[in-house]
């Protein structure tokens, strides 16, 4: 850290005109370069070193590890967690993985905005076995790029197993952040409504995991180009407390998965689980749409470009690149046929 820190300021500073103000933040909150935990001080982080649901509490910054923050999740208390559960398992959501990633980067960097996350990587599901709670833990190097900062995370996990003396540790979901002095200001977004004939939520939901806090299409149906997804109004709290903000719009973006999903289904017979997105901005304000929300869905390059607008057209979430991975097994025909007709407008 003694030789560490110096360079990197030094380093920052040439490259970028706003390279000096930005490592002062970090280096504003470093006591002292060879304290355990790096000379943390989270009284000096916003919140108390706590950020949101996510990024509960600064542990470190480190020079190898860089910011470190844990979260404590319980499944029997969270709805992101208790609603999302596969073969009676909660499994932690990519959504908020990629909020984790952004929650962790805005508290090394308060004063800049996300433009963007990038090059997600849904490497190993990150498991609540036995309905018990868990540590997340998130850890953020941050390097310049031109004029912007850009935090490189990964989602980690620690498990003991049986007749072992150290823990299992295991890199669940990867990504970085993309740190500017302003977020990005996607086009308008020309949307659809529903057709007569659309999946409604009874049908998506009687395949789908999901519990109340995470059904979030109402409708799916396709279009001209593959299909779109109406997000569903008046759903449960995403977390508790429920005053907790939210840096990215999580269930928006599941939203975006969820879509693609349906048409994916509808085409393949198979469900997909995510897997990678090249990259994903968040927008504007939701809870000042203009009537519906809706994710118009288009296959790319072996993946989805997605968008997810009001009827006005506001954008709140753009994804790009994103990718899945199918699951074993198949669906059985009489699930399948109400995604398939839906998209090709069957009725």
């Known amino acids: 850290a003694r030789a560490g820190i110096p360079i990197v300021r030094r380093e920052l500073t040439h490259r970028s005109g706003t390279g ?3 490592v002062g933040l970090a280096l504003g909150i470093l006591l002292d370069e060879l304290h355990p935990t790096g000379g943390l001080d989270p009284s000096r982080l916003p919140n108390d070193g706590a950020a949101g649901v996510m990024a509960q509490m600064a542990q470190r910054f480190g020079v190898y590890d860089g910011l470190v923050v844990t979260a404590e999740l319980d499944p029997t208390v969270q709805p992101f967690l208790y609603d ?4 009676g398992t909660p499994v932690l959501p990519g959504v908020m993985g990629v909020e984790a990633f952004a929650e962790v980067a805005k508290l090394g960097f308060p004063d800049l905005q996300v433009v963007a996350v990038e090059a997600v990587e849904f490497l190993a599901p990150f498991k609540f076995y036995r309905n ?3 540590t997340v833990q998130v850890a953020a190097t941050f390097a310049v790029d ?7 995370c990964r989602l980690i996990g620690e498990r003991m197993l049986a007749n072992q003396e150290e823990p299992q540790v295991t890199n669940h979901f ?3 952040v993309r740190l500017g002095a302003k977020a990005s200001r996607p086009g308008k977004t020309a949307v659809e409504g529903p057709p007569k004939r659309a999946a409604t939520s009874g049908e998506v939901y009687d395949v789908y995991f999901h519990g109340p806090a995470y059904r979030v299409l109402d409708k799916a149906w396709g279009t001209a180009d593959a299909a779109a997804g109406l997000m569903a109004a008046d759903l449960p709290a995403n977390h508790v407390p429920e005053t907790d903000s939210t840096v990215t719009w999580p269930r928006l973006a599941e939203l975006a998965f969820q879509a693609s999903g349906v048409w994916e289904i509808a085409t393949t017979g198979v469900m997909a689980l995510p897997m990678h997105i090249d990259t994903v901005s968040f ?15 288009t296959p790319a390059d072996g993946g989805f470009d997605i968008r997810v607008a009001d009827q006005k057209g506001a954008t709140y979430v753009v994804m790009e690149g994103y990718r899945t991975v199918p699951m074993p097994a198949g669906l059985p025909e009489e699930q399948v046929l109400p995604f398939r007709r839906a998209v090709d407008g069957d009725g």
């Open 20 to 22: 000096e103000q930005v």
């Open 283 to 297: 927008t504007g304000d939701p809870a000042k749409a203009s009537g519906d929300i809706v994710a118009m869905v």
């Open 174 to 176: 990867t990504g970085r």
């Open 84 to 87: 999302h559960q596969i073969d």
């Open 146 to 152: 031109g004029n912007d900062i850009v935090a490189h």
């Open 132 to 134: 018990e709670p868990r």
